[in-house]
């Protein structure tokens, strides 16, 4: 079992700037990728970033591409989201979640999700 604790989220004008987190803790966290995904009201649950175990390569939706920037703390079993240059459209609930699966993209590859931080971006 992997438990997955989101923190930073909050209210932030346009082009501003937050810093999410995630701790995880449970065996062999560092054996997964993990990702970030978010979900706006009436929409379906999107890909933001993702970062690899083997190589620690890092992947992003073309919509936060330049903006958003996903790292890991190994020796902190945590895993941050920093995100700059903040719109409206980028309102959401934050999630991460941690994977064995190369299919970074998908929800459905993921074994363990967060509860949630609340992004809100006001214009």
């Known amino acids: 079992q992997v438990q997955l604790v989101e923190s930073g989220g909050g209210l932030v004008q346009a082009g501003g700037s937050l810093r999410l987190s995630c701790a995880a803790s449970g065996r062999a966290f560092s054996s997964y990728s993990m990702g970030w995904f978010r979900q706006a009201p009436g929409k379906e649950r999107e890909f933001v970033a993702a970062?690899?175990?083997?190589?620690?390569?890092?992947y992003y939706a073309d919509s936060v591409k330049g903006r958003f920037s996903i790292s890991g703390d190994n020796a902190k079993n945590t895993v941050y989201l920093q995100m700059n240059s903040l719109k409206p459209e980028d309102t959401a609930v934050y999630y991460c979640?941690?994977?064995?699966?190369?299919?970074?993209?998908?929800?459905?590859?993921?074994?363990?999700w967060g509860q949630g931080t609340q992004v809100t971006v006001s214009s």
């Open positions: 979640a941690a994977t064995m699966s190369r299919m970074y993209y998908s929800y459905n590859s993921y074994d363990y």
């Open positions: 970062i690899m175990r083997n190589d620690g390569s890092t």
